[in-house]
């Protein structure tokens, strides 16, 4: 255990629905990362925050959006969602912007 | 970020020493190496990393050249269980994000 939780660990959708995705950083955690793993992508970064306020983007859709809340834990947006969203959804969290990331087991996201 | 340069894949024998190379020519002096490791499907798992000074852990060794064009890392008796995709990233000093690369599939054989 990693100390990162996702929920849920699965999901199946289908096509134009749309999904929310948790993540629960490791206590005392203020940054949270959001990857996206898809088969012929490898790990894409899709957007980082940091104390509640957003710090860095990735090439996230406009159709994904991301907060979090002030106990920290962060949730990940999919709206309108297409077959090409299927992925995995790795969330991270890490204490300071030089110390590692911690991650967690990931949302696998399948979109019939 | 500097950009880095992994073989695709290797392979090792159980117990043996894995060396795993990365090429960042063009890391500037701010930017650190970090390495992480993903087995099967499962999160990426932070391993070491370092600035240019060697760094060991109780995972793996970090062996950066003077230059810091280069760097390796050492899983000193590898097991069956290091069989994963192992990420060399370089990271500017207060970036925002890690970037992954396509990694090396660093298979271990009995």
């Known amino acids: 255990d990693s100390g990162v939780t996702q929920t849920p660990k699965h999901l199946i959708t289908a096509t134009g629905q749309r999904v929310t995705l948790r993540c629960s950083p490791r206590?005392?955690?203020?940054?949270v990362y959001w990857y996206q793993q898809s088969l012929d992508q490898g790990l894409q970064f899709l957007i980082q925050?940091?104390?509640?306020?957003?710090?860095a983007k990735g090439n996230i859709l406009e159709r994904f959006s991301a907060q979090q809340f002030p106990d920290l834990h962060s949730e990940l947006n999919l709206s309108s969602l297409e077959l090409g969203d299927s992925a995995l959804y790795f969330c991270a969290s890490s204490e300071n912007f030089n110390r590692g990331y911690t991650f967690g087991s990931g949302t696998r996201l399948t979109v019939v | 970020d500097a950009k880095t340069t992994q073989p695709p894949s290797m392979d090792c024998a159980e117990g043996r020493a894995a060396n795993l190379p990365c090429n960042h020519s063009t890391i500037s002096g701010n930017e650190y190496v970090y390495w992480y490791r993903q087995i099967h499907s499962q999160g990426p798992q932070y391993i070491i990393h370092?600035?240019?000074n060697n760094e060991t852990n109780e995972m793996a060794s970090l062996i950066i050249t003077e230059d810091r064009k280069s760097s390796t890392l050492i899983l000193p008796h590898a097991t069956l269980r290091d069989t994963a995709v192992y990420y060399c990233?370089?990271?500017?000093?207060?970036?925002?994000?890690?970037?992954f690369g396509q990694g090396t599939r660093l298979t271990i054989n009995p």
């Open positions: 206590s005392g955690d203020l940054s």
């Open positions: 370092g600035l240019k």
């Open positions: 990233i370089v990271r500017g000093q207060g970036a925002q994000k890690l970037v």
């Open positions: 925050y940091y104390n509640g306020e957003e710090r």
